[in-house]
């Protein structure tokens, strides 16, 4: 059961456009929703992470958008650059009802963006 | 070295060989998880270590699939009779852990490049 799915898979966007990637999730349990970048031959990196709290948060030029009622998050990327150009996954965790602590990641399966020049 | 490591970075087997993939997190870092990225997938949880406690093994694919954590620190994972599904990039991921009440950044490692032929 894919539990997070993300479209598009691939996204080509002009230089300075916007660029918006989005995903839906099941489990209503989900209380942490991060986006990762990950360039080629790299792991992952967080980029920007939100809480289902609040409905949006903005860092320099990107901005998750959450909507708690549909189960949806989206990543806007404004005034997309060339090297902005990578995969992007976003992910979603819980809390176990047992306390492990464990924070376990359930991703996306990933866009390709690609910023031209 | 400031970030999570892993070695070997690339791995060539035959199917049937055993291999282990080796990882170092973080330090003070007590959380660390293994997790699976398949071609053009999203990554895909393994296991988890945190501290001393066992580790939840619930994402471990099949029996096949082992993993330690040694001194709270270095962790390796170990695939017995390797299969050419088996071919993927194993990447580690390692946070502080805040317990039931928080979701922390996982910092991710390169990666090791798995290819059972």
């Known amino acids: 059961q894919q539990q997070v799915k993300q479209s598009p898979q691939s996204l080509i966007v002009q230089k300075g456009g916007i660029s918006i990637i989005n995903c839906a999730y099941e489990n209503t349990a989900f209380d942490y929703f991060p986006w990762y970048q990950q360039f080629p031959g790299k792991g992952p990196a967080l980029l920007i992470a939100i809480r289902p709290d609040v409905s949006e948060k903005k860092e320099g030029r990107f901005t998750i958008s959450f909507n708690k009622s549909a189960k949806q998050f989206s990543l806007h990327i404004m005034d997309s650059q060339p090297g902005d150009s990578a995969t992007y996954f976003c992910?979603?965790?819980?809390?176990?009802?047992?306390?492990?602590?464990?924070?376990?990641?359930?991703f996306g399966s990933g866009t390709r963006l690609q910023v031209q020049p | 070295g400031a970030g999570v490591s892993q070695s070997p970075s690339n791995k060539v087997t035959e199917k049937g060989k055993d291999v282990e993939l080796r990882c170092d997190p973080i330090s003070g870092h007590t959380a660390l998880y293994w997790y699976r990225q398949s071609l053009g997938q999203g990554l895909e949880f393994l296991i988890y270590f945190q501290g001393n406690s066992a580790p939840d093994k619930s994402g471990l694919p099949s029996d096949r699939f082992s993993a330690e954590r040694t001194g709270g620190s270095v962790s390796t994972l170990t695939i017995q009779r390797t299969q050419q599904e088996d071919s993927a990039v194993y990447l580690c991921?390692?946070?502080?852990?805040?317990?039931?009440?928080?979701?922390?950044?996982?910092?991710f490692g390169p990666g090791t490049r798995l290819t059972v032929l």
């Open positions: 991921a390692s946070s502080f852990f805040l317990g039931s009440g928080g979701a922390n950044e996982q910092f």
């Open positions: 992910a979603a965790s819980s809390r176990r009802a047992r306390d492990t602590g464990r924070r376990a990641l359930t």
